[in-house]
Structures are given as structure tokens and as C-alpha cells.
């Protein structure tokens, strides 16, 4: 049985609850994503004007589902990747584009994959996260820690600066050492952004700490930080 269990925006080793690392940016305003859910709404009802209300009103959290499972695949795979070394060549052709878009990267920026999809903990904040890569450049011999994104454009947002902060700092109190942080868009065109990002820490702190008073009664129901 594992002892490391993710449930309701906590990770549970021991039974003792760790905060997701994701789960502060929740309280940050997004407009973008705004803009999309509106968008989303609107094309549902011109591609079909007969659905009602809720009909419309789900089709945002459809897509974002569709999204959601695509950025699973596109791990699994980066995973596989790293395990066996071997190339995929027959992904379903909406994957396709993210596959090449990664594996151009992998050429272009002489990576080699140290770590991919490891969790770790941080016994001083009471927090958790699951690193997407740990690698490294070998024509520089810089290492990065990686966060992989997928999407429309591969464009990289404000808050993956503060995501990858938090994983940075658990990795040095866990003596895992990386020279930068940094950001993989991969566009669904098949090109990518890879973007080096600032160390924002004490933000994402701040963001934990308004998230934690937001949302004290489940902090109090699972017992967190006692």
C-alpha cells in the first residue's frame, strides 16, 4: 500500500497532510482564463444553438477535462521517455505536435533527463509537489528544474514562476541541487517556449498564507500544520 496519497489539494504521507504546491495559485485572478471560459460558452452555442443553459455553461469544464487528460499523456510519455530512452512515433495525431515540440527541445538544448515526475516534500512549509523534470544541459552542464505546460500557444504564465519557486526550494532542503528554474510551453504547432524563470519563494508564501485563511475549515478539517 502507498503511503503517499493525494486527495482535496493535500498530499498524505503517513497520514500527516502536506498543501499541494498548486493549490495557492488558486487565489490568484486569472483573466486569460476569463476570456477562454467566456469564449468557450460562446462557440458551444454557435455550434449547436439548440443546447440550453447548462448545456452551454459545461462546455469550458469539457475542454478543460480534454486539456487536463492531454497534459497526463504528454507526462506519461516525457516519463516513458526518460525510462526506456526510445522515441514515440505512433501517438494519436492531436498529440503529435506536443511529442515533436518536446523532442525538438531535447535536441536543440542537449538535454539529459535526471529525474521526471518525483515528489517531494517540505518539512518546514508542510508542503508537496510532484517535479515534472530535473535536467540537465550538456553542453553547458547547467541544471534545470523543468515544468512542462502544454497548450494552444506553449506560452508561459506569471504563475509557473511561483509553482516552480516552491518545488525549487523543497529540492535544496531535500539536498537536490539544480542551477536554474524554468518553464517547457509545448504548442499543440509543434514548436515550443522554454523560458528561464526568477525565484519567487517568498510569493508563493504569500499566496499559501491567503490560501490556508480562505480556506481554514478544510485546513482544520484534515488537521493541516498541527
Excluded at 469564449?39 to 469544464?61: D, G, H, R, S, Y
Excluded at 516552491?166 to 528554474?181: S, V
Aim: hydrophobic letters at 40%; a positive charge; charged letters at 25%.
Amino acid at each position: 500500500m502507498k503511503n503517499n496519497i493525494k486527495r482535496g489539494g493535500f498530499y498524505f504521507r503517513d497520514k500527516v497532510p502536506y498543501l499541494s504546491v498548486t493549490k495557492p495559485l488558486e487565489i490568484l485572478d486569472k483573466p486569460a482564463l476569463r476570456i477562454w471560459y467566456a469564449k468557450q460558452v460562446w462557440q458551444a452555442m454557435v455550434a449547436n444553438p439548440t443546447l440550453n443553459e447548462q448545456e452551454a455553461m459545461a462546455a469550458p469544464f469539457k475542454k478543460g477535462q480534454e486539456a487536463t487528460a492531454r497534459g497526463a499523456t504528454i507526462h506519461s510519455l516525457v516519463e516513458m521517455y526518460k525510462v526506456s530512452g526510445k522515441r514515440i512515433t505512433n501517438a494519436p495525431a492531436p498529440l503529435q505536435p506536443f511529442i515533436k515540440a518536446f523532442y525538438d527541445w531535447i535536441d536543440d538544448q542537449f538535454i539529459e533527463i535526471l529525474e521526471s515526475e518525483k515528489t517531494i516534500f517540505s518539512e518546514e512549509y508542510k508542503y508537496a509537489g510532484t517535479i515534472d523534470l530535473l535536467v540537465r544541459n550538456k553542453q553547458s552542464d547547467r541544471v534545470f528544474l523543468v515544468d512542462v505546460k502544454t497548450s494552444k500557444d506553449g506560452k508561459i504564465y506569471d504563475e509557473a514562476a511561483l509553482q516552480v519557486s516552491a518545488y525549487a526550494y523543497a529540492l535544496k532542503e531535500n539536498k537536490i541541487n539544480w542551477d536554474q528554474i524554468a518553464a517547457l510551453g509545448l504548442s499543440e504547432k509543434g514548436n515550443y517556449t522554454f523560458q528561464e524563470l526568477p525565484l519567487v519563494f517568498e510569493q508563493w508564501l504569500a499566496c499559501k498564507s491567503i490560501w490556508l485563511f480562505k480556506n481554514r475549515d478544510l485546513v482544520k478539517a484534515v488537521n493541516y500544520g498541527n
